[in-house]
């Protein structure tokens, strides 16, 4: 089990991790007036919980309280930070130690349950970063659709720069005066553009839409421009 940058087997020994096959759903739905049931409105999904049961073992009682000072100091940190699993280090959920670790201790070797709460319930997985010009035809090996940032350099003057997902039909579309060399950068998770480090939401029609990578063959049009698209795997 790796937390952040640190492998915590170093400090413990695994005895069992708890996750569920998928993140904990629950069903929005709404009563229908004069009608048997209810209408399903949509599907949220909320954040994970995550358990692992350790054995902490010391070579002497004190040797037992050093390492479970250095464990402590490790675990307990202000912010999320990337948690990993041995028989799956290429992916990684952001996450925080929460609730109590009671410790049951026997000689020199101690137990407890190490309790993670993930509020972003999906897994991230791969950074893919293709460059393209114009049109883009990829695949995203991900369970989960993906957020991430499109670079657009711009080889021409022009009035208006588009980009389109052609699997949806969603699009961004700016306006405005672009010269060669200017760099665009569309944040799909932020949904926020700049120009040359400017913002340009200003002028972004209202009928755009910031889309997300979708799970699958996907396929990118713009309208112009040297482009980079920058974005993470996500798993369920």
């Known amino acids: 089990m790796i937390f952040g940058s640190i492998d915590l087997r170093q400090y413990f020994k695994i005895k069992n991790i708890k996750k569920g096959m998928l993140p904990p759903i629950e069903n929005i739905t709404q009563q229908r007036p004069g009608r048997d049931g209810v209408t399903l409105r949509r599907t949220k999904i909320k954040p994970r919980s995550i358990s692992a049961e350790i054995e902490i073992k010391g070579s002497s009682k004190e040797n037992l309280n050093i390492i479970i000072r250095?464990?402590?100091?490790t675990l307990y940190t202000p912010n999320l930070n990337e948690l990993r699993f041995?028989?799956?280090?290429?992916?990684?959920y952001m996450a925080k130690l929460e609730g109590d670790t009671d410790l049951d201790e026997i000689l020199y070797y101690g137990n407890t349950m190490l309790n993670f709460i993930c509020p972003d319930p999906i897994?991230?997985?791969?950074?893919?970063?293709i460059q393209f010009e114009n049109r883009l035809k990829a695949y995203n090996k991900g369970t989960y659709q993906s957020l991430g940032i499109i670079i657009v350099e711009i080889i021409e003057n022009m009035?208006?720069?588009?980009?389109?997902?052609?699997?949806t039909g969603e699009f961004l579309y700016l306006e405005d005066n672009f010269i060669s060399g200017d760099i665009v950068v569309i944040d799909l998770e932020e949904e926020y553009i700049a120009k040359n480090g400017y913002s340009l939401m200003s002028r972004l029609y209202l009928e755009s839409d910031f889309f997300p990578i979708p799970v699958g063959e996907f396929e990118i049009l713009v309208s112009s421009g040297n482009v980079t698209l920058e974005y993470r795997e996500r798993w369920l």
């Open 86 to 92: 041995p028989d799956e280090l290429d992916k990684f």
């Open 70 to 73: 250095h464990l402590a100091n």
């Open 123 to 129: 897994a991230y997985g791969q950074l893919r970063k």
């Open 159 to 167: 009035d208006h720069l588009k980009v389109t997902l052609l699997n």
